[in-house]
């Protein structure tokens, strides 16, 4: 199902520029003795491992024993991305992996804006199950980014860290435990580079789109909103409509396993956890009101929409579990087709009648297919 090399939607990338980007633009971390960071290191990855029991133990699934479990920093954060990246490319058929041809000028530019985005997500994730690099996935921890927050925030760093620990124990359990998980989404993000449009795909489309977005910005600006969504109208410039479909079906897949994660979280911290109210008072303060640049940046990135899906996928998640337990909401993870669509996201109790009172099979949209 790989298309072929040279497909508009996957740009070239130069990834030695884009790793010497990455580390040239890393801010360095909070300052910490020797002792100070291997104490946190050996923390961290004492908590994944409680963590990992107290998710097995609220959720009932079992995740694999298999994934490692690496504690690193912002530099070596950013690598394993870039490791990762460039193996999605090589499967999708973009990038030959023993290539040694000339790297192009515009590669070479999009290495360093690789590089650049992956200097500053590094400075902000704390915590990631990275799905791509290998064979069985790894979970992330990024220390210097822990022990700032919890230092900025004032927090009990051994609470905190335990906290953190269970947000990315459950993302590791969603992909692990759930057999068909981490396969159904490598196949929705094939599907939506197989379904590109060359001529949906130029840049003179884009600059097309983008001057009708920018059109419509400014007439809600003199006259209020209006009935068009700006990206919506970008998005349907670039991409074809099964592609439109594949973002729908990853949009809503995210946001469950989002808002999943934070039901977890603080449904462990409950028992777990003896301040858990705070940390996520104090958390929760923290993503709601970034700088100036960072809310640019998190716009650019499309990190608002990352914030919106913890929230929206929270919901429904809490819903699901008062109305009907942990037991009802986990018929989620019986096969691809109970996954909820985005309408059902946010009206959960149609996801409910689909799926818990069985009226109805199949989701629009969903197969069971894989590719």
Not at 89 to 99: M, N, Q, R, S, V
Request: with cysteine; aromatic share 6%.
């Amino acid at each position: 199902m790989a298309p072929p090399a040279g497909n508009p939607m996957l740009p070239s990338v130069d990834w030695q520029t884009a790793a010497s980007c990455s580390r040239a633009f890393s801010r360095g971390g909070p300052r910490m003795s020797p002792e100070g960071a291997l104490d946190v290191v050996t923390d961290l990855h004492r908590h994944a491992r409680t963590a990992i029991d107290l998710v097995t133990d609220y959720t009932g699934l079992v995740p694999a024993s298999t994934v490692s479990v690496d504690v690193v920093d912002r530099v070596r954060w950013s690598r394993i991305n870039i490791a990762g990246f460039r193996r999605l490319l090589i499967e999708l058929g973009a990038e030959d992996a023993g290539a040694n041809a000339p790297v192009s000028a515009a590669a070479k530019l999009t290495g360093v804006q690789t590089g650049a985005v992956l200097a500053f997500l590094s400075s902000r994730v704390l915590g990631q199950f990275e799905t791509f690099s290998t064979d069985t996935g790894r979970l992330l921890f990024v220390a210097p980014n822990i022990v700032e927050v919890e230092r900025r925030l004032r927090l009990p760093s051994r609470e905190f860290r335990l906290w953190i620990a269970v947000h990315e124990a459950a993302h590791l359990t969603q992909f692990t435990a759930v057999p068909w998980m981490r396969e159904h989404f490598h196949h929705l993000i094939h599907t939506f580079f197989d379904a590109a449009e060359p001529d949906r795909s130029t840049a003179s489309g884009l600059a097309r789109a983008v001057r009708r977005a920018l059109a419509t910005a400014r007439e809600e600006e003199q006259h209020g909103p209006q009935e068009e969504v700006p990206g919506a109208d970008v998005m349907s410039a670039v991409t074809s409509p099964e592609q439109r479909e594949a973002i729908s079906q990853i949009q809503a897949l995210m946001t469950l396993l989002e808002g999943h994660a934070e039901s977890v979280m603080d449904g462990v911290g409950r028992t777990a956890i003896n301040h858990v109210a705070l940390l996520r008072r104090r958390f929760d303060r923290r993503r709601a009101n970034p700088t100036t640049l960072q809310r640019f940046l998190r716009q650019l990135l499309g990190l608002d929409a990352k914030m919106r899906q913890y929230a929206a996928g929270r919901r429904f998640v809490d819903h699901v579990v008062t109305e009907h337990g942990v037991t009802g909401f986990n018929r989620v993870w019986e096969r691809p087709e109970h996954l909820p669509t985005e309408t059902e996201i946010d009206h959960p109790e149609q996801w409910i009648a689909r799926v818990l009172q069985g009226q109805g099979l199949t989701a629009p949209g969903l197969g069971a297919g894989h590719g």
